[in-house]
């Protein structure tokens, strides 16, 4: 973003709309929050605060539990986040190739973008079996340390990249997660060879994942596939037909949304 870019945004920015979006994105981040946490955590006046509050509650977006005063998120979010859903393309797209797969192999399986250097999971069906994956519609996770954030990282340019762990910086998870830069880039030239990566225990110990990038019709990476679980189902002679058919998957999604391959 050049300088000016950036002037101009902060110039037109409404600081009030802007305070709001903070308050609803700290909410989303904790299970509820009184008004003392949540005037502390904005920098703010506590008056201010309470004027945001009073104005977002009146409208539905969050809420007040009578019994300890604490305010948590609203039912209006749900009313957007299903609006969401429902006009998402690739959610649209990719649903029909993410049942196959959770039929073909009873695992989790998972369909995220990338937000602000982190994966954002947009869609998940969970695995039928009694040891599994479970993330939800909404979660976040580094994309370092995450098969899916992987599979898009390597095809996003290397400044962006670098912005990424700028932001975020490349946080040990477990003791398998990645925590070099050159490391990191080493593995993702890998994934953009191959064209599918791999989550080996790096965000959740004894759990795998295998991940592959989705493209929308001008060629730029759109989101990622994925279907993950116990290491024990994911067995070294596993993988390389695993890696196939979310590879496949990945594919036929990207034609949905236009994509056209060479």
Known sequence: MSKDVGEKQERYTIQAIDKALDLLELLAEHDSLNLLELTEMLDQPK??????????ENRG?????????KYCLGYKQLMLT????????LRTAAMHEMKRLSELYGDTINLGVMLEGEVLYVEIIESTQPLRMTDTVGSKAP?????MGKAMSAFLPEDKVKAFITLHGLPAITPNTITSVDQL???LKVVH???FSMDDQEIVEGARCVAA???????????AVSISGAMHRFAP???????????????????????QFT
């Open 47 to 56: 008056s201010s605060t309470y004027r945001i509050i009073l104005t977002l």
């Open 61 to 69: 977006f969050i809420s007040r539990d009578d019994d300890n005063g």
């Open 82 to 89: 299903r609006g969401l859903l429902e006009r998402n393309k």
């Open 143 to 147: 994309f370092h340390a995450t098969a």
């Open 185 to 187: 880039f080493a593995q």
């Open 193 to 195: 060879e191959q064209g």
């Open 213 to 223: 990038p989705i493209f929308n019709m001008y060629g730029n990476i759109e989101g």
């Open 237 to 259: 002679d596993l993988l390389p037909d695993m890696a196939e058919s979310i590879k496949f998957a990945a594919n036929q999604i990207s034609r949905k949304l236009g994509y």
